[in-house]
Each structure stands twice: as C-alpha cells, then as structure tokens.
C-alpha cells in the first residue's frame, strides 16, 4: 500500500485564547512573503468543531483545524510525494512541524499559542486507497511504529485507531513524555532553530 494524500496534525495549547479569525491576518502575511507558493486563504470559521482556517498551496494547504473540538495545525499534502511510506510520513511530518514552529513565532500569537509535541493524528486523505479499516491499519502498522519510533526518539509511544467506515483512515500517536518542537523536528534530520 503505497501512501499518498498524508494530512498529520499537531494539537495547540493555548496559554491565551486566540480568535481562529486572527489566523486570516497571519496566513494573508504568509503568502505576501511567499513568492507564490501560497495562493489563497479559506474561512471556515462559521462552522463548528470544523477545518478552520487554510491556508491554500499547489503542494499542500495549512490548516489551523477545529475538527473534533480540538484546535490544532493540520498540514494536508496534495500532491503525489516520491519514495516509500516512511521516507514520506518523515517529510509531511517535518512539514508540519516546521510550520507550527514558525506559527508559534508570529507575533500575534506568540505568547498566546503553542503546538504539543507528545501527541500527533495521522490520517489519509483517500478513502479508496485506504479505507478506514483493520486491514489498512496492520499494513500500514509497521511504518507508522517506525517512524514514531524515530520521532519520539525511541521513547515509548502508543497508537490508537478506531475503524469507521464513513470517517477517514487515522492513526493517532501519543508518547508519555514532553516533547519540544526543536527536537521533534531534529529527531527526523531536520535543523533545530535553536540548534
């Protein structure tokens, strides 16, 4: 099973409350300082408990995602990614990470806003590739495990899945113990900011 269409998400902790509208100034900044890789931004704020903010790319758009009540960064990947399953859980990753660092660093919400680094939610975006079900997860099982592996630092770490045919495939991952960005992003041969 060849993986493709990864979205992961990263989970906010907010020292401050932060308006998901203050999301529209940042990612409009974003693409003015793009040189065209961002396109356009979506509101979805009106909607409850739903994908928030994008942030519109040929490659993959940015969420700052409500889904499930639960406000976070979502980096969904468009389009075709070369190499295996692991090589590409390790890039959207380190994508996504990248991004809720330099988000952490905006200075409308940099006091305010942080991302966990002990918790992740990987999903595909293909319901025909990957249908959400237990055979899907025991194929892909073993990538998932190691690429946690190399993210968490081969600290301990659980997944769980809940089969559901009318929802997306998702895995989620959580350690037990706290994880910063920097080493997070380190952990999957990426430059730490601080490093």
Same mark, same amino acid.
């Given at each position: 099973? =060849?993986? $493709? ?6 989970? !906010? ?16 900044? /974003?693409?003015? !300082? ?7 931004? !979506? &509101? ?11 942030? %519109?790319?040929?490659? !993959?758009?940015?969420?700052?995602? *409500? ?18 399953? $692991? ?10 990470? =990248?991004?809720? /660092?330099?988000? *952490? =660093?905006?200075?409308?919400? #940099? ?18 590739? %990957?249908?959400?079900?237990? *055979?899907?997860?025991?194929?892909? @099982? ?7 592996? +190399?993210?968490?630092? +081969? ?11 009318? +929802? #997306?495939?998702?895995?989620?991952? +959580?350690?037990? *113990?706290?994880? &910063?960005? &920097? @080493? ?12």
């Amino acid at each position: 099973m =060849e993986l $493709q269409k990864i979205n992961v998400k990263f989970f !906010a902790v907010e020292k401050e409350p932060v308006p998901l509208t203050a999301f529209i100034d940042i990612f409009h900044s /974003w693409i003015q !300082a793009s040189d065209g890789i961002y396109h356009d931004v !979506a &509101d979805y704020s009106h909607m409850e408990s739903g994908p928030g903010i994008v942030l %519109v790319a040929h490659d !993959a758009n940015l969420h700052i995602d *409500e889904t499930g009540g639960r406000r976070g960064l979502l980096y969904d990947q468009k389009v075709p990614m070369p190499g295996t399953n $692991q090589e590409k859980l390790c890039a959207v990753l380190r994508a996504a990470l =990248e991004n809720c /660092w330099r988000l *952490e =660093e905006e200075p409308a919400v #940099r006091e305010k806003l942080k991302f966990a680094g002990d918790e992740v939610l990987i999903s595909v975006n293909d319901r025909l590739l %990957v249908p959400n079900t237990s *055979e899907s997860f025991q194929l892909l @099982k073993p990538d998932v495990e190691a690429v946690a592996g +190399r993210l968490f630092n +081969r600290t301990s770490f659980a997944l769980s899945y809940k089969e559901d045919s009318r +929802r #997306r495939f998702s895995i989620a991952v +959580r350690t037990f *113990e706290p994880f &910063d960005l &920097d @080493k997070l992003i380190a952990n999957l041969g990426g430059k730490a900011k601080n490093g």
